[in-house]
Nanobody
Framework: QVQLVESGGGLVQPGGSLRLSCTAS????????MAWYRQAPGKQRELVAD???????NYEDSVKGRFTISRDNAKKTVYLQMNSLKPEDTAVYYC????????????WGRGTQVTVSS
């Protein structure tokens, strides 16, 4: 079973930036569409951004123009660069391999907490 470990979260002021990392225990990025999700308190987990194995990206409307998903296959790591952060971006962020109909392929990791507050 592939393990996913997220890191890079923290406390940041509105307008600030963070870069999240997700490292996989196996080289899966050439096979799967990788995605970042987030779950805010009291809300369902939602898809934030995804990156197909051939390099196409997709973003949730509220993060378009502010977030960028990328990957480094050699490091088995997918990144989420988050700029112009807003309080509503506060959530636990997770990565996974995105399947069809909202499914995912692997067990969820622990996630990384992002808190945007002044």
């Amino acid at each position: 079973q592939v393990q996913l470990v997220e890191s890079g979260g923290g406390l940041v002021q509105p307008g600030g930036s963070l870069r999240l990392s997700c490292t996989a225990s196996a080289n899966i990025f050439s096979i799967y569409t990788m995605a970042w999700y987030r779950q805010a308190p009291g809300k369902q987990r939602e898809l934030v951004a995804d990156l197909t194995n051939n390099g196409r990206t997709n973003y949730e409307d509220s993060v378009k123009g502010r977030f960028t998903i990328s990957r480094d296959n050699a490091k088995k790591t997918v990144y989420l660069q988050m700029n112009s952060l807003k309080p509503e971006d506060t959530a636990v962020y997770y990565c996974n391999a995105k399947g069809g109909a909202g499914g995912i392929y692997f067990s969820w990791g622990r996630g990384t907490q992002v808190t945007v507050s002044s």
